[in-house]
């Protein structure tokens, strides 16, 4: 099998790779993006996605399937909503084209949901997206939907939550507080988190996500609908309790921005039976996600 991954160079990638070489070896793997690191014994592939050359290499008759990762953030496609429809919408059109009759995982987001959202969010809930990166993402959803509807593709559109922690300051990621909570924490830093103790995210561990990922795109189960990811709910202020057990979280406080809660510290509970039944899973709880997250950093 000859799996290609686009975005491979970047944080969930590099952790989709490790995963793969360490417990899937015999998977040949075609490594992309803007610039990638080469591993001993994988071919990668160096480009701009948005190159219609790019999307052939990557799409080859020899190529058994694509995991898309790559994506312009969601502060990032606000600032350029013209980037974010050549990146976040084109460019998965056309992977969804050119692999007809082939395999496909689609990285999306929970942005398809918007702000305000009902309680709890389930299968059943209505994608009302209020950015443009979370419109160009449920647009993909649409058109992967109509592909596996009409046998174009098989594979699935997966909603990611926030996954942590990101590299510090990472950009354009307006969520970037999430992942900075465990740095700070680690390092024993000042951190101001832009929302309330009592705020709620939706959080996965990138291992976790890694892990959810590979099974998608080795498995040969599809869904028609675009899959909800199951994850923790958490509050701020549970995590950082949490992190005074591994860390020093004295510096750490809450002074909340009404927009970031609105945006991202206000997730009611979720339901994911879809998702549980192709055994698809979050961390466990708090405590092992935290384990799991410090013990990457």
């Known amino acids: 099998m000859l799996l290609a991954i686009t975005g491979a160079a970047g944080f969930v990638g590099r952790a989709v790779v490790r995963q793969l070489t360490e417990q899937h070896p015999q998977v040949g793997l075609l490594l992309a993006d803007r610039a990638v690191a080469e591993i001993d014994g994988y071919e990668t592939l160096a480009g701009d996605l948005t190159d219609p050359a790019v999307i052939a290499a990557l799409t080859a008759p020899r190529v058994d399937a694509v995991l898309h990762l790559a994506a312009l953030p969601g502060g990032a496609a606000e600032r350029d909503p013209g980037a974010s429809r050549a990146i976040n919408l084109d460019v998965p059109l ?24 009902p309680d709890p969010v389930d299968d059943a809930t209505v994608p009302t997206p209020t950015s443009v990166y979370g419109t160009h993402k449920r647009m993909v959803e649409l058109a992967f939907a109509d592909a596996v509807r009409r046998g174009a593709v098989s594979g699935f559109a997966l909603r990611l939550p926030g996954i942590v922690a990101r590299p510090a300051a990472a950009g354009g990621f307006g ?123």
């Open 94 to 117: 056309a992977l969804i084209e050119a692999m007809r009759g082939r395999r496909l995982v689609i990285a999306g987001s929970i942005a398809v949901f918007g702000g305000v959202l």
């Open 175 to 297: 969520s970037a507080f999430l992942s900075d909570i465990f740095h700070a924490a680690l390092a024993g830093t000042p951190l101001c988190v832009p929302v309330a103790a009592d705020a709620t995210s939706w959080l996965m561990s990138v291992r976790c996500c890694a892990a959810n990922l590979v099974a998608a795109a080795l498995g040969e189960r599809a869904a028609q609908e675009a899959l909800t990811l199951p994850a923790l709910r958490v509050t701020m202020g549970d995590l950082v309790a949490e992190l005074a057990h591994h860390g020093d979280v004295s510096g750490i406080r809450f002074e909340e921005v009404p927009a970031t809660r609105a945006t991202f510290g206000s997730y009611p509970e979720l339901a994911t039976p879809r998702a549980d039944a192709l055994e698809i899973r979050h961390d466990g709880d708090l405590a092992q996600l935290v384990e799991t997250v410090l013990g990457d950093l």
